[in-house]
């Protein structure tokens, strides 16, 4: 199965609150790129299909966290499989339409120079990273408290916020952490040059 029919599976099976159909009939439209997106210019997820692949990686990574004991019984980390599917699979929405192909010059593997393709950034709606996604979601159904905070902070300590709203956040909203870890793992370990 592909990554696009893997994240309509789960989010047609998990997701079921009002506004949600029609949020993921806008990716599927063609005013969306969402399923073709990268999910970076040049790091993890850098092809097309990249962004719909990371966020089921990001989905499954999640899963596995908050499946430890330790989470549930230590943390109390216990949230609805709609939580945790909505906030794995909808975490980085804010990349929708984000990226755009051009072309520069590169010499190929015969010293022949020839234009190839690359991503940049085209951001029509410069609103931060996790907020973007909050505010696109929102538009379409209602998130509760922990579910808006874990998809603001899912960047944790590597975006532009000051380090104690991070901090604040995390221990306020134990599933922003947990979400921050599951992106992590899926952009390092799953995505990243260690497996290239």
């Not at 850098?46 to 230590?74: F, I, M, W």
């Not at 010499?107 to 234009?115: A, I, T």
């Not at 505010?135 to 998809?151: G, W």
Request: contains cysteine.
């Amino acid at each position: 199965m592909s990554a696009k029919d893997t994240f309509i599976s789960i989010y047609r099976e998990k997701i079921h609150r009002k506004g949600s159909e029609n949020l993921l009939n806008y990716l599927m439209s063609d005013a969306s790129d969402f399923f073709i997106a990268p999910s970076s210019t040049r790091y993890h997820g850098a092809y097309e299909g990249g962004l719909v692949q990371h966020s089921v990686n990001v989905y499954e990574c999640l899963v596995d966290y908050l499946a430890r004991p330790r989470t549930k019984e230590l943390y109390h980390m216990d949230y609805s499989e709609e939580t945790i599917a909505l906030v794995a699979l909808l975490h980085d929405i804010c990349k929708l339409n984000f990226y755009k192909v051009d072309f520069r010059n590169s010499k190929n593997d015969k010293g022949v120079w020839e234009k190839v393709p690359y991503y940049t950034i085209e951001d029509t709606l410069p609103y931060g990273h996790g907020e973007k996604s909050v505010y696109i979601v929102s538009s379409y159904m209602r998130l509760s408290r922990d579910e808006a905070f874990a998809i603001r902070y899912h960047m944790g300590f590597s975006g532009s916020d000051p380090v104690n709203n991070v901090g604040r956040a995390f221990e306020m909203f134990p599933l922003a952490l947990a979400l921050h870890v599951a992106d992590a793992e899926a952009t390092y370990y799953l995505e990243g040059s260690i497996n290239k």
